[in-house]
Nanobody
């Protein structure tokens, strides 16, 4: 199991911004598709977006244009920049590292994001 360490959650007002970070071991990070998922109370975990090793990104329709995923290969860290946050974005956010064509599929511990006035 690969250890992913997340940080950056918290409470923010509607319209505000937050940035989440997720660090992974170098040996895994360089070959992984890094993703962000979220799970709201009473709902299934859903993909927010992901970024491949070449920097290509994919986003859920609900966050496209507001959220941005980037990766810093020198720091083995992936970021989720969240702007124009809405109460509907309230959830526990999880980092994921997936190595294509392998059994490696690891999760972070989750970080709470609450959007409320």
């Amino acid at each position: 199991q690969v250890q992913l360490v997340e940080s950056g959650g918290g409470l923010v007002q509607p319209g505000g911004s937050l940035r989440l970070s997720c660090a992974a071991p170098r040996s895994i990070f360089s070959i992984s598709v890094m993703g962000w998922y979220r799970q709201a109370p009473g709902k299934q975990r859903e993909l927010v977006g992901d970024i491949d090793t070449g920097g290509g990104t994919n986003y859920a329709d609900s966050v496209r244009g507001r959220f941005t995923i980037t990766r810093d290969n020198a720091k083995n860290t992936v970021y989720l920049q969240m702007n124009s946050l809405e109460p509907e974005d309230t959830a526990v956010y999880y980092c994921n590292a997936r190595v294509p064509y392998s059994s490696i599929n690891s999760w972070g511990q989750g970080t709470q994001v609450t959007v409320s006035s």
